[in-house]
């Protein structure tokens, strides 16, 4: 896999670099700590509001910077509200272009919402016939009040060692999450025991708050810019292939990972999270490859490179995934449920 970065080179890495790259980071993170926590303060004392909004709103977040899942997620917790019979719009501020394309792509009957102010999107949602609201990363956004928080925490990523911003990816300190409705265990590569011990981790934080486990499992490759109902090659197809994987998304590794799992040689070129990719970089990728080699990526990569994508390259693939939910299903349930029954209410609840 190619070089990810500087960045995360200092947030994961282990060497005496991103060790002396963090110091320098550190009277930062803590002048960054010290503002977040004060605004949690004033929130918590009542002196900052969260106002009403016209709907019910849930929001699905989390505590660090990318790859915990959250767009798929929040898809999949609006396709679970529609299929109850509600009408959800998802709402977000639209960091990137990839985020409301993917939600397009895998929801195309469902709303999405663009706004920087999310109380106003919100309106918007409801003016058009929304009667609830998917907040896609919005647990930091506490000016809306909130009928339902999901905060994700990534399990391949995890690590006990909280490093705020920007000396690490944490844009809050872990307690926080305690201001939690439910706590959502992410994994694409992680092994059980880790997963476990993220668990057990949360548990001695905020044992109140319910945890679930969910797998981001890759389930077929669909090719990109083709009619999907013909074009689409089973997961156990990488098994034993030369894979070109083209990757602009938070956490690379997990994915290369999933892969390599299944028995896929992988090279990969990464690029940093919700990269723009021009017409000439997608090119140049295209031409880079041997015959008999898949070009994969993921939607979130395909929705972008798909209009540059040249017709006569070799074939490009995304991989498709599903959520499964592996302990706690119980726990989401009843978030849906509830805030099934909370659209006839003129507020909602909890904030």
């Given at each position: 896999m190619t070089d990810p970065g500087i960045v995360d080179r200092v947030w994961y890495g282990a060497g005496?670099?991103?060790s002396f790259g963090r110091a320098l980071l550190t009277p930062a993170a803590r002048l960054f700590g010290a503002i977040v926590g004060a605004r949690e303060l004033l929130y918590d004392a009542g002196v900052l509001v969260a106002h009403e909004t016209a709907i019910p709103a849930l929001s699905v977040g989390n505590?660090?910077?990318?790859?915990?899942?959250?767009?798929?997620i929040a898809a999949w917790i609006a396709r679970g509200l529609a299929d109850r019979g509600a009408r959800p719009a998802v709402v977000l501020r639209g960091y990137g272009d990839d985020e409301p394309l993917v939600h397009r792509a895998l929801n195309p009957d469902i709303p999405v919402v663009l706004g920087r102010d999310r109380r106003e999107a919100i309106e918007h949602a409801a003016r058009d016939g929304a009667d609830i609201a998917?907040?896609?990363?919005?647990?930091?956004?506490?000016q809306v009040r909130r009928f339902a928080d999901l905060v994700l925490v990534n399990a391949d990523r995890w690590t006990p060692r909280v490093r705020l911003l920007p000396a690490g990816p944490w844009r809050e300190r872990l307690e926080a999450i305690r201001r939690a409705t439910l706590i959502i265990v992410t994994r694409k590569a992680a092994n059980d025991t880790l997963v476990e011990s993220v668990h057990t981790a949360l548990a001695h934080i905020a044992a109140t708050v319910p945890r679930v486990s969910v797998r981001l499992e890759q389930?077929?490759?669909r090719r990109v810019g083709a009619d999907e109902s013909s074009e689409r090659l089973p997961i156990d197809t990488v098994a034993?292939?030369?894979?070109?994987?083209?990757?602009s998304i938070a956490d690379p590794g997990a994915f290369v990972r999933q892969l390599e799992a299944r028995g896929?040689?992988?090279?990969?070129?990464?690029?940093p999270d919700h990269h723009a990719f021009t017409a000439d970089?997608?090119?140049r990728l295209a031409a880079d490859g041997d015959a008999g080699t898949l070009v994969v990526c993921t939607l979130k990569d395909a929705v972008k490179l798909a209009q540059h994508w040249p017709r006569l390259a070799p074939p490009l693939w995304y991989v498709s995934q599903q959520v499964m939910v592996e302990r706690g299903v119980g726990g989401l349930e009843r978030v849906l449920d509830d805030a099934v029954r909370a659209r006839s209410r003129t507020a909602p609840t909890a904030g």
């Open positions: 005496t670099g991103a505590l660090t910077v990318g790859g915990t899942g959250k767009t798929p998917v907040l896609d990363d919005a647990f930091q956004h506490r389930t077929e490759l034993g292939a030369s894979i070109r994987a083209i990757l896929a040689h992988v090279r990969a070129s990464v690029f970089e997608v090119a």
